[in-house]
């Protein structure tokens, strides 16, 4: 469903800019199964979805201290082992260091959604695909080969030093593929982003794909679809 204004949308947009963990790629799929296994392995049987879900929480808030405490940025791999490893200590459980490492792995086994390589395909001959992603960039080398069709650029958000929605990765998107913010249509599943995208300037797709309200922000994404199927119906 459009908001506003998607014919001059359509018009003024060049590169469609995709937030992958979640937007595009299934994360549950692959780490739920092995968070069971993780939880299994060490006789444990707490709700391997419940413990996803407080893992990324923990991952979100940490990724966003780093962003706003002075120093290098923290890669992604090491948020996230720091948040899981917590997470399960929470539990009471002992779990290694290296069963840790091997989980946060699976990350890079992430595929994508049903609908979302056909919505690509079809997306790419009008649109310049791009991925940006909170993920490091040896995590989006492993899974871009994962997509039928191939995104023209992928940008890492330690390029730009901080994590979404820090305005660096979205300056950095315009300047690497020469465009203005407006002219830069972001989609994705979550809101954080959509509102760090809308407040430099550029146009927002909230991918809705778990049909969650959006949220009561000043900055409105300007296409609210469920799938990449009806976003290449918006957009075509």
């Not at 549950?28 to 392995?41: H, I, Q």
């Not at 840790?100 to 979302?116: A, C, G, S, T």
């Not at 994404?221 to 075509?236: F, K, R, S």
Request: charged share 25%; with cysteine; glycine share 6%.
């Amino acid at each position: 469903m459009a908001t506003t204004g998607i014919s001059t949308i359509r018009e003024e947009t060049e590169v469609l800019a995709f937030d992958l963990w979640d937007t595009l790629l299934d994360r549950e799929s692959t780490l739920v199964p092995a968070l069971k296994d993780l939880l299994d392995a060490n006789g444990s049987d707490y709700d391997a979805e419940i413990l996803l879900r407080r893992y990324l929480a923990m991952h979100f808030r940490d990724s966003m201290i780093d962003s706003l405490i002075p120093g290098p940025h923290t890669p992604f791999k090491e948020i996230s082992r720091r948040a899981l490893t917590y997470r399960v200590k929470q539990l009471g459980l002992d779990i290694s260091d290296e069963e840790v490492r091997d989980l946060i792995r699976q990350w890079k086994e992430l595929q994508p959604y049903p609908d979302v390589d056909a919505a690509l395909s079809d997306l790419g001959e009008e649109y310049t695909l791009v991925g940006l992603s909170n993920g490091d960039p040896d995590m989006l080398a492993a899974v871009r080969p994962n997509f039928k069709t191939d995104l023209d650029g992928v940008i890492s958000v330690a390029e730009a030093g901080a994590y979404k929605p820090h305005r660096a990765s979205y300056d950095l998107c315009c300047e690497r593929f020469d465009v203005a913010p407006h002219e830069v249509m972001f989609v994705t599943a979550h809101t954080f982003d959509l509102v760090g995208a809308k407040a430099v300037g550029m146009r927002g797709v909230f991918l809705n794909r778990h049909a969650n309200p959006f949220g009561g922000w000043p900055y409105q994404p300007d296409v609210v679809v469920d799938d990449t199927g009806q976003l290449t119906e918006e957009l075509l």
